[in-house]
């Protein structure tokens, strides 16, 4: 079955509160576990940058519950795409902390095609220091 991934951008309303966003991804990670999805959650405080890949029904299932969220404004679709394989297989959803720049760097990297080159390799950039 053919792998597909979503990588988004979005503003966390305001007053959202450390602990609401640890609730929110223990949540995920339930959900996405059960769906078949991984993928990682960055957080600055503001702002969120997610990629979530898996097969393309849970995928369209996990991302329709992420556009119904309450918890962020302005959602922007980085990008969308068949994927060769996972990036993330052991983490049905990781929330990492990181600086406001290191969102900025992956979400204008170049999504185009979701090729392990651009923003993936940027991405995995971020994360790399989190493994472990």
Known sequence: MPLRAIAYANEAIPGLSMDHVDDLARAAAGFNFESGVTGVLLYDGLR?????????????????????????????????????????????????????????????????????GGALCQLSLVVAPHLG
């Open 48 to 116: 969120f940058l997610q990629y979530i890949e898996g097969p393309e029904d849970s995928i369209n299932v996990v991302y329709s519950r992420i556009l119904s969220a309450r918890s962020y404004r302005e959602l922007i679709e980085l990008g969308r795409g068949r994927v060769s394989g996972r990036f993330f297989p052991y983490w049905s959803m990781r929330l990492l902390w990181v600086e406001a720049s290191e969102i900025r760097s992956v979400a204008r990297s170049n999504w185009d095609g979701l090729s392990r």
